[in-house]
């Protein structure tokens, strides 16, 4: 029992139309076919099959590997490749995160009023620029597709860019009146910080874990989300707008303060 290239691309075609593979395009499908042929004689054999049904499984797309810098302008960039390719830069990172670390906890313990000294905040809004400068570098080497593939990565951009512009914004007289909302902001700092625990190959292996099951869940959270849903419009239809300060009928009965909140008078 041979698989041939038609028939395999059919039933990447029937998959489509699929919700959960309405991601896969048409035109890596002989790309797929080809990486799954093992032996090279232009059909799958049922374990090759097998191989490409768990290949379907994983999120995949297709990206460029360089970046736009490299790829379209001719910029080179030698030595700031062998930095990031080396690991150069993520031993650095993992040095300045743990920096991060010993500031956190001991800003933590000399300044917890929340009101900070100057050189600290300005220490901060060091970490923070450090954080873009690695997100910069590497966005020049490496296609900005193929860095959002990773979703340490997508933590790293994020968090980094929200510390960022929180300092901007702290350091700036005119918005001034935000400065009690963007100190929760720094939370992310602890997240960023975070980050280093994800050295750990053990804790590596457990998040990996948490996230294939979060994604496995959404369904069950989705079916969850709808019954409540459900009840609650039905709620709503039969006794909505019973529990109001205006009703005369509840003159007299003792609620709760703010009971009529929770009810279904929405």
Not at 77 to 89: D, I, N, P, Q, W
Not at 170 to 190: A, C, D, K, W
Request: a negative charge; aromatic letters at 14%.
């Amino acid at each position: 029992l041979c698989i041939t290239f038609d028939v395999f691309d059919n039933f990447l075609r029937h998959l489509r139309k699929l919700p959960h593979f309405s991601r896969l395009r048409q035109e890596n499908s002989l790309m797929l076919f080809q990486s799954l042929d093992d032996d090279a004689d232009g059909t799958l054999s049922p374990e090759e099959f097998m191989d490409a049904c768990d290949s379907l499984l994983q999120h995949m797309w297709v990206t460029h590997d360089k970046s736009v810098f490299i790829r379209e302008y001719g910029f080179e960039l030698t030595k700031l490749r062998a930095f990031v390719e080396s690991g150069a830069l993520e031993t650095i990172m993992s040095g300045v995160l743990f920096l991060n670390l010993v500031f956190v906890v001991s800003e933590s313990m000399l300044f917890d009023d929340g009101d900070l000294p100057p050189a600290i905040e300005a220490l901060e809004s060091i970490f923070s620029t450090v954080y873009v400068l690695d997100l910069l570098a590497r966005l020049a080497v490496d296609d900005f597709g193929k860095y959002w593939s990773n979703w340490s990565n997508r933590f790293d951009f994020v968090v980094s860019w929200g510390l960022f512009l929180s300092g901007i914004v702290t350091q700036t007289s005119s918005f001034s009146h935000l400065r009690p909302v963007m100190t929760y902001i720094n939370i992310l700092r602890v997240l960023r910080v975070a980050r280093l625990i994800r050295r750990v190959p053990r804790f590596d292996v457990l998040v990996a874990q948490l996230a294939n099951l979060w994604i496995v869940a959404g369904d069950m959270f989705l079916m969850l989300a709808i019954t409540m849903l459900f009840f609650s419009m039905l709620g709503h239809s039969l006794f909505g707008g019973e529990l109001t300060k205006g009703n005369s009928e509840l003159v007299g009965i003792s609620l709760p303060e703010g009971y009529e909140l929770w009810n279904f008078n929405g």
